[in-house]
């Protein structure tokens, strides 16, 4: 799943702060990789992986286990990141 938006110049400030409460969150999660243009994430226990930058906010899994986790982690992370980024409007860019 993506959301995609602009104007997230908090993403250089406040990933630090993400990864935080989503460790919190879900204790297993491991930063795969962070740089100036995007933090990826991974959860070992459900196999998610999370990334986010100023522009989007992808939350995958190769073959979904389970739709109801896969759901209810997309909603608690996307909350977390979008608090920090101070989003409130998104958009979409269909191709």
Known sequence: M????????LYWDNA???WRD????YPS???TSIDP?????LLE?????ISHSATNIV?????????DTFGNVTDKCIDVI???????VFYENWQ
């Open 2 to 9: 993506e959301v995609r938006f602009e104007h997230g110049y």
């Open 16 to 18: 630090g702060k993400i």
């Open 22 to 25: 989503i460790v919190k969150l």
């Open 29 to 31: 999660a491991k930063m």
């Open 37 to 41: 243009q995007n933090a990826r994430l």
């Open 45 to 49: 226990d459900e196999d998610i992986k």
């Open 59 to 67: 939350v995958a899994e190769e073959y979904p286990q389970k739709i």
């Open 82 to 88: 979008t608090k920090y980024l101070e989003l409130n």
